[in-house]
């Protein structure tokens, strides 16, 4: 009872508070770019180069869910406090002969599938540690998958807030009218994280849809 | 109706049909590992209807939790039966998914040492083996 009213008045006080705490994971299936976007925000928030998180063309680059944490976002005296969470690229299927086949040695290809795998665990866990999302999809691929429909369904399914971040604009195979016909009822912000064209219309709809 | 039949391809691959009745008298997890049970041997399952979007997570972490050098996780794709192009359609349709629940359309999930990729489309499934 005590617990339910001290709720109700912290809900009720966060009606008037110009400040709210998110947060926010970066989702989707892997190679679409979400390392690369979660690098771009940390450049625009604390204006320098950062490549807090890595990297790479080869799939599964990202192994582990990454935290940072204590970021501020301002837009029209409103403060979003956020915590940026990226993550393993959600995958159904982890073959060590995949990454040989890209160039890794036998025994390097098994470790990195090993960890890959472990890292999809990682990040599904995850889901329910996130307040809101955004769903990294590259937009020169196919976006009718079964990874990205269970995605979003289980994101809608848990409630949780949700942007599908449509990347990789720059790129001549970019279609984003397929992604609008598949997922008509999200928001969608084209971006390149490469160029950083589009961050701006992102933050805004981040406000819009998570504030 | 429960069901649940075997067929072949040129004697080496096995598909086994898995009726909506068949499935929802078991629980999640039991579900899971009646699938995987099948895909692990190197069979494909086809079932009537569509699992919940969280038993479909949980079927990827189980197969993923399962991957060794002969087993390298699953390929999942459904296709539903029925897509609204009309406003009638679309509520016909909602209607039905409550009274229905997922009975609707097929799930396949196969091994992915053995399928290469499912193109999915809203109208049609291709299912590419290696």
Redesign the interface.
């Known amino acids: 009872m005590i617990k339910s009213l001290s709720r109700g008045f912290a809900h009720f006080f966060s009606l008037f508070s110009r400040k709210k705490k998110v947060s926010l994971g970066l989702y989707g299936p892997p190679n679409a770019g979400k390392s690369t976007i979660a690098n771009r925000i940390l450049k625009d928030i604390l204006g320098e180069d950062v490549e807090e998180f890595s990297v790479s063309a080869l799939e599964h680059e990202t192994r582990e869910v990454q935290k940072v944490e204590k970021l501020v976002m301002k837009r029209k005296g409103k403060e979003l406090d956020f915590s940026l969470i990226d993550t393993p690229g959600?995958?159904?299927?982890?073959?060590?002969?995949d990454f040989v086949k890209k160039g890794l040695k036998k025994a390097e290809a098994k470790e990195r599938?090993k960890e890959a795998?472990q890292g999809?665990?990682e990040s599904?866990k995850w889901?329910d540690n996130v307040d809101a999302v955004l769903v990294v999809l590259d937009s020169t691929q196919?976006p009718?998958?079964?990874v990205n429909?269970?995605l979003i369904?289980?994101l809608?399914?848990k409630k949780k807030k949700l942007i599908i971040v449509a990347n990789k604009t720059d790129l001549k195979q970019s279609n984003l009218d397929k992604i609008k016909l598949v997922f008509p009822d999200y928001a969608l912000v084209p971006v390149s994280a490469k160029t950083g064209e589009g961050m701006e219309v992102l933050y805004e709809t981040i406000f819009k849809e998570f504030y | 109706m429960k069901q649940s039949s075997k067929s072949s391809i040129n004697g080496k691959m096995g598909v086994h049909v898995l009726s909506y009745d068949l499935l929802s008298e078991l629980a999640s997890q039991e579900k899971i590992e009646r699938i995987l049970e099948v895909v692990k041997t190197g069979e494909i399952v086809l079932l009537e209807g569509r699992l919940?979007?969280?038993e479909?997570?949980q079927?990827?972490?189980h197969?993923?939790?399962s991957?060794s050098g002969k087993f390298?996780?699953?390929?999942?794709?459904?296709l539903s039966s029925r897509k609204a192009k009309t406003l009638l359609e679309h509520v016909k349709n909602s209607l039905l998914r409550i009274l229905a629940k997922d009975r609707f359309g097929i799930t396949v999930i196969g091994p992915?040492?053995i399928i290469k990729e499912?193109?999915?489309?809203?109208q049609k499934l291709e299912i590419l083996f290696k």
């Open positions: 959600i995958a159904t299927k982890i073959d060590y002969e599938a795998t999809v665990i599904i889901l196919n009718y998958t079964q429909i269970t369904g289980n809608v399914a | 919940h979007p969280d479909e997570l079927l990827t972490t197969a993923l939790k991957v390298s996780g699953v390929e999942i794709a459904f992915s040492k499912i193109k999915m489309d809203p």
